[in-house]
T-cell receptor, first 112, second 111 residues
Framework: DADVTQTPRNRITKTGKRIMLECSQT?????MYWYRQDPGLGLRLIYY???????NKGEISDGYSVSRQAQAKFSLSLESAIPNQTALYFC???????????FGPGTRLLVL | SQQGEEDPQALSIQEGENATMNCSYK?????LQWYRQNSGRGLVHLIL?????REKHSGRLRVTLDTSKKSSSLLITASRAADTASYFC???????????FGTGTSLTVIP
């Protein structure tokens, strides 16, 4: 969905490196989410934010941090990447009365 | 974990046949949603059913919900090769603040 963009789309990094994944949306939504997807495990919620001043941990927040720089921007950081953080990462948004989530195209991360 | 499960994990059918996939979840919900994912791409919302609804239709999609059994099913009628994708259910859990996705059903429709 072009309304939700993620950068980079692919990233290879080494163990111990700090990396940041970025998400931007033009939908005007207040709620933003970060998920990771692993084969056979579906999507799991890492962090979510209901507005710029609201950040909440999801199911698997250990090893991750986030920043909501503006209503339209939500970044995910891996402070010290480890190989088991290799996964497909998705940003999603939702807004107003609508409960539907709109997903970005994903960032494929490989930690060596 | 409040993550749900889809069944079957994989399903292969001929074009024109119907495809049924099931979702089981663990907690009370306000609503349940189904999403579709083409290989390696973002998820796309298909349909939402509220906890006080038992059945909902959208085009070739039919969703049922049984809150007493904590289960839902998605039926795709007259399947097409373009329906080949993974399908996930998602529930909003007991608080309604988080979404919990199932493990997905991989559907292959053979032309």
């Amino acid at each position: 969905d072009a309304d939700v963009t993620q950068t980079p789309r692919n990233r290879i990094t080494k163990t111990g490196k700090r990396i940041m994944l970025e998400c931007s949306q033009t939908k005007g939504h207040d709620r933003m989410y970060w998920y990771r997807q692993d084969p056979g495990l579906g999507l799991r919620l890492i962090y979510y934010s209901f507005d710029v001043k609201d950040i909440n941990k999801g199911e698997i927040s250990d090893g991750y941090s986030v920043s909501r720089q503006a209503q339209a921007k939500f970044s995910l950081s891996l402070e010290s990447a480890i190989p088991n953080q290799t996964a497909l990462y998705f940003c999603a948004t939702s807004g107003g009365w609508e409960e539907t989530q709109y997903f970005g195209p994903g960032t494929r991360l490989l930690v060596l | 974990s409040q993550q749900g499960e889809e069944d079957p994990q994989a399903l292969s059918i001929q074009e024109g046949e119907n495809a049924t996939m099931n979702c089981s979840y663990k907690t009370s919900i306000n609503n349940l949603q189904w999403y579709r994912q083409n290989s390696g791409r973002g998820l796309v919302h298909l349909i939402l059913i509220r906890s006080n609804e038992r059945e909902k239709h959208s085009g070739r999609l039919r969703v049922t919900l049984d809150t007493s059994k904590k289960s839902s099913s998605l039926l795709i009628t007259a399947s097409r090769a373009a329906d080949t994708a993974s399908y996930f259910c998602a529930t909003d859990g007991s608080t309604g603040n988080q979404f919990y996705f199932g493990t997905g059903t991989s559907l292959t429709v053979i032309p």
